[in-house]
């Protein structure tokens, strides 16, 4: 959601007098660091760990049940 997106919003707003219709920009450095996030991943794992089918592919897989690309 775009409320989770800091980035983006940090980018939008600007450094100045919310009175002042100028902006200076002069040597102004913007740096962003950003890192993965792997919540989908483990909200995944989650569903996955106590869905019916989803323990039934996990035992044929451990069981050597399922070919390739498995």
């Known amino acids: 959601p775009g ?4 980035v983006a919003d ?3 707003h600007r450094d100045a007098d919310p009175d002042s ?3 200076d ?14 919540a989908f991943i483990d909200n995944i794992r989650r ?3 106590s869905a019916p089918d989803a323990q039934l592919l ?3 897989l451990t069981d050597g049940d ?3 690309p498995w």
Do not use: K
């Open 10 to 12: 940090t980018l939008s």
């Open 58 to 60: 996990r035992q044929r």
């Open 66 to 68: 399922l070919e390739e």
């Open 21 to 23: 219709d100028a902006v």
């Open 25 to 38: 920009t002069a040597g102004t450095v913007l740096c962003i660091r950003s890192g993965p996030s792997f």
């Open 47 to 49: 569903a996955t760990a």
């Open 3 to 6: 409320r989770l997106n800091t």
